[in-house]
């Protein structure tokens, strides 16, 4: 059986050639690579999640409620708490992770003789997400220090009039955020939707494009994430805030019970200690200013981040210093950005490891 290859297969043709997505698990002491949140979360959280995950145990032979309402009431009380906006549940949606939610959202404003536009570099997914959607993928450059051009994004938009545009904010790998005046800039140019990729809003100075969502309903979709400031990323649980129209749309595609009640369960738990969770937020903030300052005093070039990592550079060969990096026990991510590598911030002590290694790499 295992001298059947890739290349035996009657592969889809959009996916020949094609590598999937992933950073290296490596087994090192200090990992800084996926911007999770590295601190773990509290007993308190821990138990209620087993509490909850225990009741729901006990109904395992059933299906899950497949609209998740309750937990869906439960993210729009937190997100409306977080930006005061008044959101109810019609108006949020949820999957395993924001990638489900990118998912579904290409399943039903892409397909087959459709377009995705987004603004590069920025997180890796949108157009692998787009190619496996069978959405033509375009590309559409941002300034060189990675700020988002928003006359550049205008005319972008005006050439290839696409059928979703992706704004990612703050942007994965560069940290930068787009000012809502920008957005809604971008939102006036578009003929179709426009999703605002926020898995980093939590570290943000910048408010949240739920803002705008009054204004543009029929456009605007912003895509959340518990994996990021919400320590729950091996829960797998991310969201969305739009008109529920948008809903609407989705569960045309969605599976049918798409969201276990394990996990329907855990967040909900998770969501009850959010305050608790997001109160790390604010040293992660510190700790990652701390970082870029760092940095720059050991002579590199940090991008200013608005997240919780940092790009940076220079290097001559970014491949060989990320490797130097992983052989002092410091795992970081190579995003393919020529002379750059990002980090992901981490407790102070794994930030010193990872700055005493840098000071190794200048
Ligand atoms: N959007 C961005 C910009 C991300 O960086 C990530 C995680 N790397 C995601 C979405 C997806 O995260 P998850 O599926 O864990 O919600």
């Known amino acids: 059986m295992d001298d059947v290859t890739l290349d035996d297969l009657p592969l889809a043709e959009a996916l020949r050639g094609k590598t999937p997505?992933?950073?290296?698990?490596?087994?090192?002491?200090?990992?800084?690579?996926?911007n999770e949140n590295p601190y773990p979360p509290p007993p308190e959280l821990v138990a209620d999640v087993v509490a909850a995950t225990e009741r729901v145990a006990r109904e395992l032979h059933r299906y899950p409620d497949r609209d998740a309402v309750e937990l869906r009431t439960d993210l729009a009380a937190y997100l409306s708490g977080a930006t005061g906006v008044p959101l109810t549940t019609r108006n949020l949606w949820a999957a395993n992770g924001s990638n489900e939610v990118l998912q579904q959202l290409l399943q039903a404003f892409g397909g087959p003789g459709r377009t995705a536009l987004g603004f590069e570099p920025s997180y890796s997914m949108h157009p692998i997400l787009a190619s496996g959607t069978r959405t033509e993928w375009l590309p559409a450059p941002r300034r060189d220090d990675f700020t988002l051009d928003v006359d550049v994004a205008v005319a972008a938009i005006r050439r290839h009039d696409p059928d979703v545009v992706f704004v990612t904010s703050p942007n994965n790998p560069t940290g930068c955020s787009i000012p809502l005046t920008d957005l809604r800039t971008v939102l006036d140019a578009a003929r179709g939707v426009v999703v605002v990729d926020e898995a980093y809003a939590e570290f943000s100075r910048q408010p949240s494009a739920v803002k705008l969502l009054a204004e543009f309903p029929a456009k605007l979709i912003v895509s959340r994430t518990m994996s990021k400031a919400f320590a729950f990323a091996g829960g797998r649980l991310g969201y969305l805030a739009a008109a529920p129209a948008v809903v609407d749309a989705l569960q045309l595609v969605r599976l049918p019970y798409h969201l276990s009640a394990l996990t329907q369960a855990a967040a909900r738990a998770a969501l009850k200690h959010g305050e608790q969770t997001l109160a790390s937020?604010?040293?992660?903030?510190?700790?990652?200013?701390r970082v870029v300052a760092s940095l720059r005093d050991l002579g590199f070039q940090p991008v200013d981040s608005d997240a919780n990592f940092v790009?940076?550079?220079h290097f001559e060969d970014a491949p060989a210093a990320w490797r130097s990096y992983v052989d002092a026990g410091v795992l970081?991510?190579?995003v393919g950005i020529p002379g750059h590598l990002r980090v992901t911030i981490g407790t102070p002590e794994e930030n010193d490891a990872f700055l005493a290694a840098s000071k190794e790499a200048v």
């Open 21 to 34: 997505y992933g950073a290296p698990q490596l087994d090192v002491a200090v990992r800084l690579n996926t």
């Open 311 to 313: 790009l940076f550079g």
């Open 332 to 334: 970081i991510r190579d």
């Open 281 to 289: 937020v604010a040293t992660l903030v510190s700790e990652r200013d």
